[in-house]
């Protein structure tokens, strides 16, 4: 995924971009970037690896590096950024967040045309995605209409921060408004980001939501509109269950009352059908799970209790070893037992989404080790059935690892792919059969899933401003 923050300010900014970049330290694990510009230096530029150590202690030094009264910064998961560009555009710094679908189409295009040049390659011959948005940005006269001309070329998505070379700000949020961008106003400037409690932290007030493919320059004394709102939104769902930071607000909604919500409504489903009612505790797999558990357990007036806790002190969360088997090694030493909370106990559990199961398996072995009577699992989310490809987004990788799509396989075959709406509705026989089947396999003594209407229903905002794709194949 990942994140990006900056300022424009008549004041040093320095400070403030670098703990509003750390605020976005849960969005991305692999690059962080900063970019600064003044009046006597110019635009600077830093980038470290983060897969070993946090942004925090990795830019600790900038201080005495860099000086700034205007200041980008991001969080990738992706590729190094921000980048300095030199172009006819001006010298800027850029940095981007998203996926290109079609880089490589693009690249050949833009390798053969007339004004073509060259990339940077990476190990492998694969080009920067910025770099690639930078250069079809260039192809334009201004910035307004290079991003637009970019944001049309891609297939994907791709959200973008520039710091300018006289200390301006420009940022678009992407076409269908998948991933939010938001501006906050202070006394001496304005702040861009993705989560909006970075800048209400740094006494920014909300000052605008951008529109999908709505573009902004921002100086110190005032925002002007580049380019206005498309009408087509289809925001990501997921921010608001699993990856925004449940202090963040989206397009009016904050992440943690959302959950609750979720929560209370899974709760008031299960009342409904009659299912786990002899349950001693609820909780959630922590950690984006436990708000989701907190609405089911106020809504069922069972019990929340922490029956295992991650031990994080040690284990930071940039720590992802290239390999799924030292991964999921980690995960498990990670989730220490509390055994007067499990043992010849009823655990009710919620976790934010069940995409390949993995990890599950293991909690539950784990739990039962520790003398549980009965495990039940609730989604808070419906069955994912499609794999995202607008975003880089961890929790839907390859169509067929998603455990939905392996268990439909497995009990009708390629058949099963015709009936995906009915195996998504627990309703339906289909749909029952999916959900003993992965009880069976995963040994938990219940399983549901949030349904399509109730995950949209604790959002709150129109089914069609939402992008449900990863539910239901619907663009
Ligand atoms: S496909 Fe899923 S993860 Fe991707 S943007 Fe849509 S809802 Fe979000």
């Known amino acids: 995924m990942g994140g990006f923050f900056g300022i424009t300010s008549s004041s040093d900014c320095m400070t403030d971009v670098f703990f509003g970049v750390d605020y976005h330290s849960h969005l991305g694990t692999r690059r962080a970037g900063l970019a600064a510009y003044s009046?006597?230096?110019?635009?600077?530029?830093?980038?470290?690896?983060?897969?070993?150590?946090?942004?925090?202690?990795?830019?600790?030094?900038?201080?005495?590096?860099?000086?700034?009264?205007?200041?980008?910064?991001?969080?990738?998961?992706?590729?190094?950024?921000?980048?300095?560009?030199?172009?006819?555009?001006?010298?800027?710094?850029?940095?981007?967040?998203?996926?290109?679908?079609?880089?490589?189409?693009?690249?050949?295009?833009?390798?053969?045309?007339?004004?073509?040049?060259?990339?940077?390659?990476?190990?492998?011959?694969?080009?920067?995605?910025?770099?690639?948005?930078?250069?079809?940005?260039?192809?334009?006269?201004?910035?307004?209409?290079?991003?637009?001309?970019?944001?049309?070329?891609?297939?994907?998505?791709?959200?973008?921060?520039?710091?300018?070379?006289d200390g301006s700000l420009i940022a678009a949020r992407d076409r269908?408004?998948?991933?939010?961008?938001?501006?906050?106003?202070?006394a001496d400037g304005y702040a861009v980001s993705f989560e909006s409690f970075a800048y209400q932290k740094l006494g920014f007030a909300d000052e605008k939501e951008l529109g999908p493919g709505e573009i902004v320059k921002l100086t110190p004394d005032g925002m002007t509109v580049l380019a206005a709102a498309g009408k087509k939104k289809r925001i990501c769902s997921f921010l608001w269950s699993y990856y925004g930071y449940p202090t963040s607000t989206y397009e009016g909604v904050n992440v943690e009352t959302m959950r609750y919500r979720n929560g209370a409504i899974i709760a008031q489903n299960d009342k409904a059908s009659g299912t786990a009612e002899d349950i001693d505790y609820v909780g959630g797999v922590p950690d984006s799970g436990t708000p989701h558990a907190i609405g089911y357990a106020n809504e069922s007036h069972k019990p929340f209790a922490r029956a295992f806790i991650?031990?994080?002190?040690?284990?930071a969360r940039s720590f992802m070893p290239p390999s799924q088997k030292d991964r999921d090694e980690i995960a498990k030493m990670k989730q220490v037992p509390i055994p007067d909370l499990i043992k010849g106990k009823n655990l009710l559990?919620?976790?934010?989404?069940?995409?390949?199961?993995?990890?599950?398996?293991?909690?539950?072995?784990?739990?039962?080790?520790?003398?549980?009577?009965?495990?039940?699992m609730r989604s808070a989310c419906p069955p994912i059935m499609y794999g995202c490809k607008f975003l880089n987004?961890?929790?839907?990788?390859?169509?067929?690892?998603?455990?939905?799509?392996r268990v439909i396989l497995e009990?009708?075959?390629?058949?099963?792919?015709?009936?995906?709406?009915?195996?998504?509705?627990?309703?339906?026989?289909?749909?029952?059969?999916?959900?003993?089947?992965?009880?069976?396999?995963?040994?938990?003594?219940?399983?549901?899933?949030?349904?399509?209407?109730?995950?949209?229903?604790?959002?709150?905002?129109?089914?069609?401003?939402?992008?449900?794709?990863?539910w239901n194949g619907k663009e």
């Open 39 to 165: 009046k006597e230096i110019g635009l600077q530029r830093k980038i470290h690896n983060i897969e070993n150590a946090p942004f925090r202690t990795k830019f600790e030094t900038i201080f005495s590096e860099m000086e700034g009264i205007s200041a980008i910064g991001v969080i990738s998961d992706t590729d190094p950024q921000p980048l300095l560009v030199r172009s006819k555009l001006g010298t800027y710094a850029i940095c981007t967040v998203g996926i290109i679908n079609n880089s490589e189409e693009l690249i050949e295009r833009y390798l053969t045309s007339s004004d073509g040049g060259h990339f940077d390659a990476m190990t492998g011959g694969a080009v920067n995605s910025t770099e690639l948005f930078a250069a079809l940005v260039n192809q334009r006269d201004d910035f307004a209409s290079g991003i637009k001309f970019a944001q049309e070329s891609i297939d994907g998505t791709a959200c973008v921060l520039i710091l300018t070379d």
């Open 176 to 186: 269908f408004g998948r991933l939010p961008v938001l501006v906050g106003k202070r």
């Open 310 to 315: 991650k031990y994080t002190p040690t284990w």
């Open 349 to 376: 559990f919620v976790d934010d989404s069940i995409v390949r199961g993995t990890q599950l398996r293991e909690t539950v072995e784990f739990l039962y080790e520790n003398g549980a009577k009965s495990v039940h």
């Open 393 to 405: 987004f961890s929790r839907s990788t390859s169509e067929m690892d998603l455990i939905a799509r």
């Open 411 to 470: 009990l009708e075959g390629k058949e099963g792919m015709k009936h995906i709406d009915e195996y998504a509705d627990g309703t339906t026989e289909r749909g029952k059969n999916l959900r003993s089947a992965i009880c069976e396999k995963f040994n938990f003594s219940s399983l549901e899933f949030q349904t399509f209407e109730g995950i949209i229903q604790a959002i709150g905002l129109p089914e069609c401003d939402l992008c449900t794709y990863c």
